[in-house]
């Protein structure tokens, strides 16, 4: 049933019309016995707020973004292994990259450097060939090798936030977009996730703030302030990138950075891991 606002009055001159015209309202055809005040009234307690209101209705105005290894999920090293495995198929070279420092950064500033490490040109065309070889690893390896898990807490968080009316949620990582897919795919969290910034974007990870901001703007239909942004990772990369937007930063210590060398980078926020659900969620929309 639709009922179309308006500051009309209905022609009975009794009931705006944005409850119902009940002079020839389908209601009455019904309830022919009932004067057109008594319908009105029958009508208007059988009604709802929902009737009225949608959650649809309701404008988003908190945002949370997410970094995705060792903060929503640990996947045993498989991306690693996939990227040794793809710079070996590709370039017939052995890859190390315990040699490299790339926890928080992107897949494409990993490329690059593991390039470089090992004495080859870092081109557009090498990058694309060792990322694409990366791509058709990945999934292997999540399937095949160790099994990793979704983190404590991280469900649970995600159903709230997916189903709460003021906030949206989407992903900032280093990952490409497709490398995000498959993992989260694999640990049945993607659906979560409408939009992001990634790898694809920048190789540096401090430019892939406005690329999510932007994107989120463009989803919802609403302009996301920095200050009702909240960025989440394990790393200092993470709180960094989330400063240079000024967005407000929480920081995870399930990756491979403890908790006092987090809060050396001085996040908004530091959990130890994010089992405390009612906790994170006072923090992120206090109103609630």
Known sequence: ??????????????????????????????????????????FILMATPSVFITPSSVQKSTLVLWD????????????????????????????????????????????SEVLRHNGLPVT????????????????HE???????????????????????????????????????????????VWHYFEFGAFADDSPRRNDLGPHALRRASEHHGVTFTPERTWIIGDTPHDIECGKVIGAKTIAVATGNYPVAELAAHHPDAL????????????LIVPEN
């Open 142 to 188: 999540l399937s095949a090798g160790p099994q990793g898990q979704v983190l404590p807490g991280i469900f649970e968080l995600l159903e709230k936030l997916h189903h709460h009316p003021t906030v949206a949620q989407g992903l900032l990582t280093g990952n490409l977009r497709r490398g995000a897919q498959f993992k989260l795919t694999h640990y049945q």
């Open 124 to 139: 557009p065309e090498n990058i694309h060939a060792y990322l694409e070889a990366y791509l058709a690893s990945l999934p």
């Open 271 to 282: 959990f130890e891991n994010l089992a405390d659900v009612d906790a994170f969620m006072k």
């Open 1 to 42: 049933m639709i009922i179309r606002e308006t500051s009309a009055r209905s022609s009975s001159g009794s009931f705006p019309v944005g409850y119902a015209d009940f002079t020839d309202f389908p209601f009455r055809l019904c309830h022919p016995h009932l004067s057109v005040k008594s319908a009105a009234k029958k």
């Open 68 to 111: 995705i290894d060792g903060t929503l999920i640990v996947s045993q090293g498989a991306g690693v292994r996939a990227m040794e495995r793809g710079f070996q198929q590709r370039f017939g070279l052995p890859c190390d990259l315990g040699k490299i420092d790339w926890a928080g950064r992107t897949d494409s500033w990993i490329t």
